[in-house]
């Protein structure tokens, strides 16, 4: 058990659909990740939230929106996706969100296939 | 940026010791090295961290030399459960995450 859980586990969705993945740490931690994680390439860092405030977006799609209401909740909305979208979804935690240093917490992820 | 060069899979024998060296030719003096351990279907989970010289946990060992342009994970003895792939991940102690770059990894097969 990591403390950080995510839903849904698995998402098929087409290009039109809106859909929402939400992500949820129990430990306490000041800073969340989005990652995207697809066949055969490096995991790739999509959005960083530290004390909720969105401290780096490397250059993700519109399509892609991200929020943090709180410091333990945070969601990736999801609209007009397209096929090359389809991939693993992890969300991390960390206790200080400073970068480098922080040990991570991920989530298990939710594997999207967009049709 | 500090990016990372691992050999993309390694095979070893249950029982073995095993050594995964990363290369991080550019590191900067601010940067720590992180690594990481994943299996399938699942986020990555951490390993060790540090900065120079050796650190050892009940996990793993982890020697960095004094040019800190590389590092070499160490895992004793492993089992088939440690089949996984092991990332490396350099970046600093700053807030914000602009320099953490996760590599391809490598693919460390345990064989019985």
């Known amino acids: 058990e990591t403390g950080v859980t995510q839903t849904p586990r698995h998402l098929v969705m087409g290009m039109t659909n809106k859909k929402s993945l939400k992500c949820e740490q129990h430990?306490?931690?000041?800073?969340m990740y989005w990652y995207k994680q697809s066949a055969k390439k490096p995991l790739e860092l999509m959005f960083v939230y530290s004390l909720e405030e969105r401290v780096e977006n490397n250059s993700v799609p519109s399509r892609f929106s991200p929020e943090c209401p709180n410091s333990s909740h945070l969601f990736l909305h999801l609209h007009t996706l397209q096929p090359e979208d389809s991939a693993l979804y992890l969300c991390?935690?960390?206790?200080?969100?400073?970068?480098?240093?922080?040990?991570?917490?991920f989530g298990p992820g939710t594997r999207l296939t967009v049709l | 940026l500090a990016k990372t060069t691992q050999p993309i899979s390694m095979d070893s024998y249950e029982g073995q010791e095993v050594n995964i060296t990363c290369s991080h030719n550019?590191?900067?003096?601010?940067?720590?090295i992180t690594w990481y351990q994943q299996f399938p279907s699942q986020g990555p989970r951490f390993i060790i961290q540090?900065?120079?010289t050796k650190v050892t946990n009940e996990v793993a060992s982890l020697f960095i030399p004094a040019d800190r342009k590389s590092s070499t994970l160490s895992l004793p003895r492993v089992s088939l459960s440690d089949t996984a792939v092991y990332y490396c991940?350099?970046?600093?102690?700053?807030?914000?995450?602009?320099?953490?770059?996760f590599g391809t990894g490598t693919r460390l097969t345990v064989i019985p």
């Open positions: 540090g900065y120079k």
């Open positions: 991390a935690s960390s206790p200080r969100g400073s970068g480098g240093t922080d040990t991570q917490y």
């Open positions: 430990l306490g931690h000041n800073a």
């Open positions: 991940l350099v970046g600093p102690y700053q807030t914000g995450a602009n320099n953490l770059f």
């Open positions: 550019n590191i900067a003096t601010n940067d720590y």
